[in-house]
């Protein structure tokens, strides 16, 4: 099963897209967390990535094609993948039904999340990730702890384009580059639409019910 997880910032598109993993067993890839981990790394490119996230603007096409190129040809993405943050524009999509046909393998779904703009904002700015391991936690859910339960011990921080000012940016950014694609989807009628402002829950439920 292949499937694009898709919709605004903080719609809860990695937050599903982990729960999916968990039981179907297909890999999540996502764009912003393989960037973050490149940035992590401290390298050269990490440094030129970080200009580009930390404003909430899109890294261009080229250097994500690069990367999702790679990564789909890894054995564990054979059997299926959840894309989480990928494609985000136009030539991307368009990239991807190339690299498709020559992995000889087609999309099943395409899932919109739809969660309206004041609690996205909401969500993103009670959001703290662990700094070491990427683990994420929200204050609207849960307490965050000190830190990190997932590495044992990573400083729990605020992602640097998580502040309100940089998540309405990316929400322009989306509603100019990224939403185009609702339509290139639904053209090719794949595309599925589903409320995202509920419990983590019934939004795993819906997509869960709608994979078999
Ligand atoms: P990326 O990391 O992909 O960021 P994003 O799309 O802005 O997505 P988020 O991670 O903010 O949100 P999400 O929808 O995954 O929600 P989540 O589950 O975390 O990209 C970051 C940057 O990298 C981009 O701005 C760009 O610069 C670059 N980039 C990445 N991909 C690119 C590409 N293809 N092309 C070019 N540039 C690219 O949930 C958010 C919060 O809400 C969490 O705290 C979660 O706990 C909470 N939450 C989730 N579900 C619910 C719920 N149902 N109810 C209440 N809270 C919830």
Do not use: W
């Not at 990730?129 to 339960?149: A, M």
């Not at 639409?193 to 019934?202: A, I, K, P, W, Y």
Request: with cysteine.
């Amino acid at each position: 099963m292949r499937l694009i997880l898709f919709g605004a910032p903080g719609v809860g598109k990695g937050t599903q897209a982990r729960r999916i993993t968990q039981k179907a067993g297909i890999p999540q890839i996502s764009t912003g967390d393989i960037l973050r981990n490149q940035i992590r790394s401290g390298s050269e490119l990490g440094q030129k990535l970080k200009s580009y996230t930390d404003q909430g603007n899109l890294v261009p096409d080229g250097l994500i094609l690069d990367i999702i190129r790679l990564r789909l040809a890894q054995p564990d993405c054979e059997g299926g993948f959840i894309l989480d943050g990928f494609p985000r524009t136009v030539a991307q999509a368009e990239a991807l039904e190339v690299l498709l046909v020559e992995l000889k393998a087609q999309l099943d779904h395409v899932f919109e999340l739809k969660v309206s703009d004041d609690a996205i904002v909401r969500r993103l700015s009670s959001r703290r990730v662990c700094r070491s391991c990427g683990e994420v936690y929200n204050s609207l859910l849960e307490e965050i702890p000190e830190e990190c339960r997932h590495c044992g011990g990573g400083p729990i921080a605020q992602r640097p384009d998580d502040q309100e000012e940089t998540i309405r940016h990316r929400l322009e950014v989306f509603n100019q580059q990224t939403a185009p694609l609702l339509e290139f989807y639904d053209d090719r009628g794949l595309l599925r639409s589903l409320d995202g402002d509920r419990s983590v829950d019934e939004v795993h439920e819906e997509l869960m019910s709608l994979l078999v």
